[in-house]
C-alpha cells in the first residue's frame, strides 16, 4: 500500500511539474483545461476522497481473497540404503464452505467501497462548480476592464477634439468641463475594473495556487463538464 501511494505521488508531483513549466514564462493565458487539472492536484478534499475510494477499493479486493480456495503444495524425497529414492508432490486445496465473518468484512468492504466512491463523485462536482465560477467570473472582469478602457481610450480622443474646439471658440467653457469630468469617471470606472479583476484572480489562485495573468474569454453556451 505504502509503495503504491508513494508511486502515486510521484506521479503527481511529476504531472504538477509539467503544468508549472508549461506556465514558466513571464506571460501567458490560462485556459480553463489547465485550470481544472491544477485544481485538482493542488484541492487537498479531492485529493483525499480520490485517494480513499482507492484505498477502499483495494480493501474489497483483500475482502474477496479471504473466500477463494487456499492451496498447499508439498514435496519431499527419501533416500535408502541402495541410494535410490523417492520423490512425493501433492497439493491440496482448501475451501470453507460458509464463513458468515468473511462474508460480512465484504459486505462492509463493499458498503464503504460505495460511499468513498459517492464521497469522491461530490467532491469532484464541488470542485469544479468553484473552478468554473472563479474562471468565468474573472474571464468577465478582464472583459469589463478592457471595454472600460476602450471606453478611456475613445474619452481621451473626444477631450482632445473638445479642447481644441474650445481653443478656437466654437464651444463654451462648461462643455469642456463636462467632457473632463467624464473623463475623470471613465479614469475610475477602469480603477474599478482594476480592483474586480484583483479579486477575482485572487479567488481563482486559491484554486489553483497558480497566478496566470489573464484567462480565455470562453464561449460559456459551448462548455462540457470537466472530467
Not at 66 to 76: F, V
Request: charged share 25%.
Amino acid at each position: 500500500m505504502n509503495n503504491k501511494m508513494s508511486v502515486r505521488f510521484r506521479c503527481y508531483n511529476s504531472i504538477f511539474g509539467l503544468i508549472m513549466a508549461s506556465f514558466s514564462s513571464s506571460s501567458f493565458a490560462l485556459t480553463i483545461e489547465d485550470a481544472w487539472n491544477a485544481a485538482k492536484y493542488y484541492d487537498p478534499i479531492y485529493q483525499q476522497s480520490q485517494l480513499d475510494e482507492q484505498i477502499s477499493e483495494t480493501g474489497i479486493r483483500t475482502s474477496r481473497s479471504a473466500l477463494l480456495p487456499s492451496a498447499e503444495i508439498t514435496a519431499s524425497s527419501n533416500w535408502n540404503d541402495s541410494s535410490s529414492n523417492t520423490n512425493r508432490y501433492g497439493m491440496s486445496l482448501t475451501q470453507t464452505i460458509w464463513d458468515s465473518s468473511k462474508w460480512a468484512v465484504l459486505d462492509q468492504s463493499e458498503a464503504e467501497y460505495l460511499a468513498s466512491k459517492l464521497k469522491f463523485k461530490q467532491s469532484h462536482n464541488d470542485l469544479a462548480e468553484r473552478l468554473i465560477n472563479a474562471y468565468l467570473a474573472l474571464a468577465q472582469s478582464q472583459g469589463d476592464l478592457r471595454l472600460a478602457q476602450q471606453k478611456f481610450d475613445e474619452g481621451t480622443k473626444m477631450l482632445h477634439i473638445t479642447e481644441l474646439r474650445y481653443k478656437a471658440g466654437k464651444i463654451h467653457s462648461t462643455e469642456l468641463e463636462d467632457m473632463r469630468a467624464n473623463h475623470v469617471d471613465e479614469r475610475a470606472e477602469i480603477l474599478a475594473n482594476q480592483s474586480k479583476v484583483a479579486d477575482k484572480k485572487a479567488v481563482l489562485i486559491a484554486l489553483i495556487n497558480i497566478t496566470p495573468d489573464v484567462v480565455y474569454e470562453i464561449d460559456t453556451t459551448n462548455l462540457t463538464p470537466p472530467k
